[in-house]
């Protein structure tokens, strides 16, 4: 792909350095130079190159503008990445470099950079020398990532060159987050300035620091101590999933931690030489049970509490109706706003139930008193009510788009999650929005194969989603489009206990997220961007990072023609440079074994896809196997008496014989759900034919009310009307099974002919007395249906 040519003038507002780039043409952004590949992430607005190199060495200075103690900084810093890679560390002289210097990096702030903005910057790099200019020092500092990814990625003892280029850049989006949940799991120090390391080479200038919630108090506040000698501490902390392993498990282990302030100090100082702004989030009126454990006089009932050790939602919330809750929160914020500069709070609000708030006579006073309509009035007075001592004290709030419920805060800004909804609904009332839909940049989510990753909380979000998400919605006019400042992900910790899973549910899905809000729309290119990350790859390799590799792995995408009664598959990775290989037998598959994919292929009997990404004929990825099951059902026309629950439709009745089997994710959108109902579907061979093998699969999950059939029976007619049960298998519900499974009812029958088969699963109505929403309705899930 060749980058667009952006007419320069647009750009730049001085003639001088129009004039250096009026002879340039715009060059591949992949592959550069002959002398040395260029990959940038996030993709610059302009960037072209030219022949030759700058060569760094021992007598490279670094020159800054004089008597200017920030722009020092970055050249100091700029100095530190040189050296971490060639072992050169170039002085920094705070002067102008003489008329005719070469070997030299020049930083300079020129003011007429307009039309880039504050976090915009150019670069020239010719053999002579490199000049790096913006309108302020965050802008040089950000150009200092780009130059730090035109080095190489791993440390070399080798002659170091930049290659000659030009480019113009400045970022789409003034808001370019990630978040960090360190109450669920709380981090050391050390990681914490480390992840802010990563959102610095990424170009992202937001940290949000999300500091308290159910399970622990991380900030110490000098006026309430038994927030950190008591909230910050559980006894015990869930194992495994919360809605796998049953009944739920804990390990006995006191777990906690917290930041003083003046680590909280070294953190803002840290972040805010980097031109990051942190953004603390103290939550409320919900997520609030380990703050009530220190003071329980803060909630409706008095208590006693402890901090939550499994995840969810909980019934206990601050008292809305105890003035005493708002002066301890308004205390609270006065020492956040002493450790913060940040402009805006976070107040959460999202997740709050109304239960209590429902059976309290004070909550119920302050709605009457206050001419409130209900509880999420009341929601919406205490949001308000603590924006208004925000707003005296200089800062702005922002919330989660739970906020809008009731009313929204006239000041807010929104953090939409639950989807788009939340974020066009407050934009079109003008107020500012976050866009952070759960769908595309929830960092907690899968990103490969369910069957081969860590344990996740859910969901599937993999490179090119993210990559391909677009924070604008579509619903907005232009002119409310401005109220998107822009966006960022979000890293829940319930399943994430050490720094290396966090890097790992994170990287590279930063990367992708980082050019989505720094590169213009139309600049995106995602063939691209996948050969770009190769590089970042190496980086991240050098620098020990335990990234995510799910990119390598193949996502085998399988598409039924019920007409020819085939299967179309399709197999893919979010990788470049690699080759892919299969096998249809259950083999392993090898370069010198397995067949090359080159182009969707043709199934149209029974196979075991075994699939694996390769470089070098060295194997890059995991082996994922998928079964296709193509029988006499296959293709099928099939009938439900009585349709799938609306959330769990698959692709409509006929995925009961598509030939694609569900996994172990009740998410994966490949089963059909029946609530509180049973299964019966009717299956027409259009033709007579000899049955002596069916079998049909359900899931169970327990943690979901998901429990497998107490039966399943098989039936089959000549003529759709008069049925003769062959056989049928029952079950009964046993949690010592295990929590999560899938299972195929089998039944073996003497050699039988038949056009019509009925299968009939008994769904067990309501839970057992083991479970622990006993009596409460079940799910019954199933799949493939195999006919033999």
């Known amino acids: 792909m060749y980058l667009k040519r952006i007419p320069i003038a647009t750009i730049l507002c001085f003639s001088a350095f129009m004039s250096m780039f009026a002879a340039i043409a715009p060059v591949q952004g992949q592959t550069g130079t002959k002398e040395q590949a260029v990959s940038i992430i996030p993709q610059p607005l302009w960037l072209a190159t030219q022949p030759g190199n700058f060569s760094l060495n021992a007598n490279t200075r670094i020159y800054v503008d004089p008597k200017n103690a920030e722009l020092e900084k970055i050249g100091q810093y700029l100095a530190s990445e040189i050296k971490a890679v060639s072992g050169v560390l170039p002085r920094v002289v705070q002067q102008s470099p003489a008329r005719k210097s070469r070997n030299h990096i020049h930083l300079s702030l020129l003011n007429p950079v307009d039309s880039l903005g504050n976090e915009g910057y150019t670069l020239a790099i010719q053999p002579t020398g490199v000049r790096l200019t913006a309108k302020t020092p965050q802008g040089l500092f950000l150009g200092t990532q780009t130059i730090r990814q035109l080095l190489p990625a791993t440390p070399t003892a080798a ?115 980097r031109y990051i702004t942190v953004v603390p989030e103290i939550e409320m009126p919900g997520h609030s049970l380990a703050a009530l454990a220190a003071y329980p006089e803060l909630s409706c009932t008095g208590g006693p509490f402890q901090a939550a050790q499994k995840w969810g939602i909980f019934e206990d919330v601050y008292c809305a109706g105890n003035e005493q809750t708002f002066e301890f929160l308004e205390d609270v914020l006065t020492e956040v706003f002493e450790l913060f500069p940040s402009p805006y709070i976070h107040l959460g609000g999202d997740e709050s139930p109304k239960a209590r708030w429902k059976e309290c006579p004070s909550c119920q006073a302050r709605i009457k008193a206050e001419n409130l309509e209900d509880e999420h009035e009341l929601q919406s007075y205490f949001i308000q009510r603590m924006e208004k001592f925000v707003n005296a004290n200089g800062r702005k709030i922002i919330g989660w788009d739970e906020i809008l419920e009731g009313g929204l805060a006239p000041n807010a800004t929104v953090m939409s999650w639950r989807g788009t909804k939340g974020g066009i609904a407050a934009a079109k009332a003008g107020h500012y929005v976050v866009m952070t839909p759960a769908t595309h940049v929830y960092f907690d989510h899968y990103q490969g194969d369910y069957e081969m990753e860590p344990t996740t909380i859910g969901g599937f979000t993999p490179l090119q989603k993210v990559y391909n998400y677009e924070p604008i919605p579509a619903e907005l006019t232009a002119d409310e489009q401005k109220y998107i400042l822009g966006a960022q992900a979000n890293v829940w910790t319930e399943y994430m206990k050490t720094p290396e899973q966090v890097t790992y549910m994170s990287l590279p899905r930063m990367s992708a997220l980082a050019e989505v809000l720094w590169t213009a729309a139309d600049q995106k290119d995602w063939e691209s961007f996948k050969q770009r990350m190769e590089q970042q790859y190496m980086r991240f390799n050098a620098m020990g990072i335990n990234y995510s590799k799910s990119a390598y792995d193949v996502r085998p995408e399988l598409t039924p023609d019920f007409a020819t009664r085939t299967v179309s598959v399709k197999l893919e990775n979010d990788a470049a440079g690699t080759h892919i290989y299969y096998t249809l037998d ?145 079950s009964a519900p046993d949690p010592a099974r295990g929590g999560v499974f899938k299972e195929s009812f089998t039944a073996e029958v003497p050699p039988t002919k038949a056009r019509y088969v009925k299968v009939t699963a008994r769904n067990i109505m309501s839970l057992p007395d083991w479970h622990r929403a006993a009596g409460q309705k079940a799910w019954l899930f199933a799949d493939e249906i195999v006919v033999e």
Do not use: C
């Open 586 to 730: 259950g083999t392993d598959p090898t370069p010198a074994t397995a067949l090359a994919y080159t182009e969707p292929f043709i199934l149209n009997k029974p196979a075991l896809l075994k699939v694996g990404s390769f470089a070098n004929n060295n194997l890059v990825s995991r082996v994922s196997t998928t079964p296709v099951t193509i029988s006499k059902a296959f293709g099928r026309p099939l009938a439900l008496t009585t349709a799938a629950h609306s959330s769990y439709q698959s692709s409509g009745p006929s995925s009961l014989v598509n030939g694609e089997t569900g996994t172990t994710n009740n998410y994966d959108g490949r089963w059909l759900g029946f609530y509180a109902q049973d299964m019966e579907a009717v299956i027409d061979l259009e033709n007579i034919e000899t049955i002596s093998k069916l079998s049909s699969s359900y899931l169970q999950s327990i943690g979901f009310r998901i429990i497998l059939p107490a039966e399943v029976s098989y039936a089959v007619s000549l003529d759709g009307k008069s049925y003769t049960t062959l056989k049928t298998v029952s």
């Open 159 to 273: 002659h170091i060159q930049l290659p000659a280029l030009e480019i113009a850049d400045k970022a789409r989006f003034d808001w370019r987050g990630m978040h960090l949940d360190v109450s669920r799991h709380f981090f050391p120090l050390a990681f914490i300035k480390q992840y802010i390391d990563f959102l610095a080479m990424h170009k992202m200038n937001t940290f949000h620091w999300h500091l308290t919630d159910d399970q622990g108090w991380r900030i110490e506040i000098k006026k309430y101590p038994k927030l950190t000698e008591v909230g910050a501490w559980r006894d015990s902390t869930l194992i495994g999933h919360y809605h796998k392993n049953f009944p739920h498990q804990y390990d006995g282990e006191r777990y906690g931690g917290y930041y003083t302030q003046e680590q909280i100090r070294e953190v803002v100082k840290y972040a805010q030489d």
